[in-house]
């Protein structure tokens, strides 16, 4: 059974820092790309980042460029988002998805609350 | 940057109706298009994606179809497990832009 699960979200203060994790199992991560997406209180999807399945490749949305660093543990099964200088506007639930190809997300965390406040 | 136009943002419609949401991209899209359905507190469930193929295990009663710029989501007969906010999404690129969503409520 495909599992993704999130962790690592929490109240923090604008301008500090927070790690998200998503360890996942159920199937060979080192073959997947996956991604972010976030969903603020009350708001539609927001897709926030991508990661190729090595690693290679990483792409974010304008609004958390410079900011967000997604990354990748293919020995732990685990996917990260460093979320650096974290605004008002970064709250949300973030949840990890496993892309099954070109980009679809076939699977899904549950999502991690981050609150900014 | 390609932007994706949901309608009707919300629909108010009966158990067993019939039930067209669409989907308009900026720019042609071809058929990279996915659909999603979400339930509150839930994560988002894949439905349908290039336009019109169903994720396995899906339920025959959701279709989708198009390509270009416009597309549609079907329920051809709503159940009351099917009211839920759907979402459309481009594919086949790095930045998986989602259009603003359709919430789907009860009449």
């Known amino acids: 059974e495909v599992q993704l699960l999130e962790s690592g979200g929490g109240l923090v203060q604008p301008g500090g820092s927070l790690r998200l994790s998503c360890g996942v199992s159920?199937?060979?991560?080192?073959?997947?790309?996956m991604y972010w997406v976030r969903q603020a209180p009350g708001k539609g999807l927001e897709w926030v980042s991508f990661?190729?399945?090595?690693?290679?490749?990483?792409f974010y949305a304008d609004s958390v460029q410079g900011r967000f660093t997604i990354s990748r543990d293919n020995s732990k099964n685990t996917l990260y988002l460093q979320m650096n200088s974290l605004r008002v506007e970064d709250t949300a639930v973030y949840y990890c998805?496993?892309?099954?190809?070109?980009?679809?997300?076939?699977?899904w965390g549950q999502g991690t609350l981050v609150t900014v406040s | 940057d390609i932007q994706l136009t949901q309608s009707p943002s919300f629909l108010s419609a009966s158990v067993g109706d019939r039930v067209t949401i669409t989907c308009r991209a900026s720019q042609g899209i071809s058929s990279y298009l996915a659909w999603y359905q979400q339930k509150p507190g839930k994560a988002p469930k894949l439905l349908i994606y290039g336009a019109s193929t169903l994720q396995s295990g899906v339920p025959s009663r959701f279709s989708g179809s198009g390509s270009g710029t416009e597309f549609t989501l079907t329920i051809s007969s709503l159940q009351p497990e099917d009211f839920a906010t759907y979402y459309c999404q481009r594919l086949n690129s790095y930045t998986l832009t989602f259009g603003g969503g359709t919430k789907v409520e009860i009449k």
């Open positions: 159920g199937f060979t991560f080192s073959n997947y790309a």
């Open positions: 990661i190729g399945h090595d690693g290679g490749n990483t």
């Open positions: 998805a496993k892309d099954g190809g070109l980009g679809r997300g076939d699977y």
